[in-house]
């Protein structure tokens, strides 16, 4: 007999799923039996996903930042899964102008508390619930030539970090996702310094539903598709000024190329 999903019949809800990541995590969870909201700024996109999965998915395109309340009529009243997934790759340095820096801070860090403010009542009440955030090594580590995603994937990762340490006790699950590339659009944007750091090395995105399907299992906080980075972690924590060193030099690299 086979045995039931733990998903079965949850109501998940994923955000930037018209490809990439976000895509892969609808279909893996509509497969395990749950019922999926995909999200995505382009309502096309959000369709065409939808449309492809089937009876088990609805399309409920908008902004990541004020989807949750629609998202949950939708599901009938209730979340029981929240992947905060839509991110902006933006690249630039210090002098990036504001209103990229206000894109990535909004999208990559704010969208992910404002979804938090709404679930959590309704989690704290159930005495469950589940957050997973897409965050990117780039949230432990750093990325060359993207100052605005590096600092603001930082970001996530605290907030993914404070929930964690703060609900986990009443029933919130929370998990950050931290591959290194994968082979999605964001890496093509990435442009040069992708193709440098991340491309040699890239994933597919079913390759990193796998590692947070495998991490819920064994009841993970940090999933790491990229096992290395684990290593490059440790390493920046403990010799900050040799792992500043390394990066330097690969940014003298890229800056050559």
């Known amino acids: 007999m086979t045995p039931v999903s733990a998903y079965q019949d949850q109501r998940v809800v994923v955000t930037g799923a018209g490809g990439g990541i976000g895509a892969a ?3 893996r969870f509509a497969a395990e039996g749950a019922t999926v909201v995909v999200n995505d700024l382009d309502p096309a996109k959000a369709a065409s996903v939808a449309g492809a999965i089937g009876s088990r998915a609805i399309a409920v395109p908008g902004d990541a930042s004020t989807v949750v309340a629609e998202a949950r009529e ?4 209730a979340v029981d899964v929240y992947c905060a997934n839509a ?4 690249g630039g340095d210090a002098f990036a102008d504001e209103a990229v820096w206000e894109a990535a801070w909004d999208t990559n860090v704010m969208a992910h508390v404002r979804a938090a403010r709404t679930l959590l009542p309704d989690w704290l009440e159930r005495g469950g619930g589940r957050f997973v955030s897409t965050v990117s090594a780039a949230g432990l580590l750093t990325m060359i030539g993207a100052a605005p995603y590096s600092v603001t994937k930082h970001g996530a990762l605290a907030f993914a970090e404070w929930l964690s340490l703060t609900y986990r006790h009443r029933g919130v699950r929370v998990h950050a ?4 590339g994968v082979r999605t659009d964001m890496l093509t944007a990435a442009g040069s ?14 390759a990193v539903v796998e590692a947070l399907f495998d991490g819920m299992e064994k009841g993970r906080f940090l999933i790491l598709p990229h096992p290395e980075v684990a290593d490059y972690y440790a ?4 010799e900050p000024d040799r792992w500043l ?13």
Do not use: F, Y
Not at 87 to 90: D, E, I, M, N, Q
Not at 245 to 250: A, E, K, R, S, T
């Open 25 to 27: 995590l609808a279909h």
């Open 74 to 77: 939708a599901l009938g009243g």
């Open 87 to 90: 991110g902006l790759a933006s």
């Open 177 to 180: 996702i931290c591959p290194q």
């Open 193 to 206: 310094a992708g193709e440098l750091v991340l491309a040699p090395t890239a994933i597919e995105p079913d």
């Open 235 to 238: 390493a920046r924590a403990t």
């Open 245 to 257: 060193n390394g990066m330097n030099h690969l940014q003298q690299k890229w800056e050559s190329s």
